[in-house]
């Protein structure tokens, strides 16, 4: 039964009907045959059909439904709001893409070819909606059982397995742990492990571990793990990765018309943004489904479009607070029963975010969000709220969490990114010692999105403490690496593309004889283990990448490099593309072994030329996505900011003289 089928039986006869009549048939056609087949099972088959059946039930009614920041107190499931998303993944050469799966009613083409699958995006692409659909879909066309293992509510001390047999656990009855042990045996299931950037620090190490013994030994399941970029993740070197495709125009628009049934309001703003002079500044909005919907909901409270990410967020918070529930009429306003007004409730948030952030955390059970709402109004002592008030308020009448149980969680990640920012920027008395410990952190990725807006809140600051230590810190490297008389005949080009990659990656490459050994060696990862135990901080070496060539580059990604990204999506003007030929080395001959990149003139691949150049373009080629600083532009714009920073100094002097 496709998607649409599935809406069109939701609408005639309800939906509890609908899974009812969905999962019998998954039972009928794929479950029974399994456990009949079986000799295992033959004292319990009907126990267990009635198991199972309760049990996926319960598993399609809650990914059916869509929990979005757009409707409140109106029910939508995936069947209202999906539209198909697609996964790619590229050659690791020039991101040309090797695979594109459209994720629709033919997701098996994608499914089928892959056992284990990484998906790593930003923040609002649809990872967990994908997580979403896919297990519907496998209930829907009867191929395998979905477990969805959210893994912020997993602790690293209990069993994955353990965490398993919990969920098929059900009012009255439960599926015995050596039958589930047996059915995982055999692979009947696809297991989605959701979110793992939202793990927190405590439980991080232990929870990767855990995954990975349980899909050693559970291996003939299918495995999608989603989340955010996260330096743990390049240990999985036999997940396939993909990220998600950016919505192109007409996929936005079509997201935007379901949020009201192609009626006027969905209209209006397709017609606006069409016939907006600023399109392709709202093209950051319109490629991730996120922020399209919460560009819809800013739009439908006031029919203004903010050009700017701060000012998007910004408006969503007051579009969220001054919010009319079209549920009770046009005209009724939630009421707050913390009776705080919208700047109050605001840096009440941000204290709550704050606190999230420094513990990686996003969601609470109540006692301990009872606890950081306490905190944070204890720390507010200009103001009356109770705290019982104030959970009320973030679950109903500003709806930026959301109770699942007993369970308290942002409605998404990223407003509680902004809301920290916020605090960051605008509350705490230690700004410039919090944007430091974020830059200099072991996971500065991890900040990059809340470093994002705080370089939007204090320009000024990011100025003087994210883009000038960087670009000087990368000047004094670039005066000082490659000096050495053996260099002294080699491209300018290639020394400039030296400098400026091992500013932010170490790296080595790993040459063989001939591209069959390479890619044998790269299958069974046994020669990378010494290099990967190899730690430095955060840069230390942890990601292969082979290309169907005879070398293989092993890097680690230094915080500069994020650094870089950031910059770069700020349309900071200090970058460059590499400028040389990346042809010329088919006949060279080299040895086989291990090649550090680096400015060691005593280094045999140093002392060749056609073997430094052969290691540089070999990096280039492999390096994709790469951004390399322009030493002249750097130079350039250090001058800049220390001339901003004398005129600023220079007029808080003549202030102190009044």
Known sequence: MDLKEVGILIAQIGGTEAVKKIVGTAIETHIKPILQKHADYKDNTIYLEECLSEYLENCYEKAMIMNTIVFRGVRKTIYDLYIPLSLNTHDGIRMNEIDKYIINDSYLDCISNYDKILIVDTAGMGKSTLVKYLSIQVINHNDYIPIIIELRKVDKTKELLDYIVDQFELLDKKIDKIDLINMLKRGDFIIFFDGYDEVTNENRGGILD????????????????????????????????????????????????????????SKKLIERITNDKQLEILKEFLIN???????????????????????????VYEALFNDHDKTKGSAYVHPKNSN?????????????????????????NRQNLVNIVEKCIKSMSWISAYTIDVIDDLTHAVPLFQKDGNDYKWVHKSFMEYFAAGYICYESNKTEELFRNMLNSNNVERYKNVLDFCYDMKPNIARQLIIYPHINNFINEYEKKYNSEVFSMYESSMLDIRKSIEYTHNLQILHYLTEEEAENDFKSKKSFEKIFRTKNNSSFINTILFSHSNDMVVYGRKNEYF?????????????????????????????EGVYVVSDDALLKANKDKRHFDYITRAVVKHMTGVTYLDYNKCKLLKSKIELEIKQTNDIETEFESL
Do not use: H, W
């Open 210 to 265: 855990n995954m990975q013994k349980f899909i050693r030994k559970a291996g003939n399941n299918k495995y999608i793990i989603t989340s955010r970029y996260e330096n743990d993740l390049s240990c999985l070197g036999d997940f396939q990765r993909f990220s998600i495709s950016p919505l192109d125009m007409e996929e936005a628009f079509s997201l935007i018309r379901k949020y009201d049934n192609d009626g006027e309001k």
């Open 289 to 315: 489904p996120m922020l399209t919907s919460l560009l819809y909901r800013t739009f439908e409270y006031k029919e203004e479009i903010a050009y700017k990410k701060l000012g998007f967020y910004s408006q």
């Open 340 to 364: 705080l007004d919208i700047l109050e409730f605001e840096k009440l948030l941000r204290r709550i975010a704050f606190i999230s952030l420094k513990d990686n955390r996003v969601e609470y």
């Open 563 to 591: 650094v870089n990204e950031l910059l770069s999506y700020k349309n900071i003007d200090i970058f460059k593309n590499p400028d040389i030929s990346l042809s010329g080395d088919e006949d060279l001959e080299i040895d």
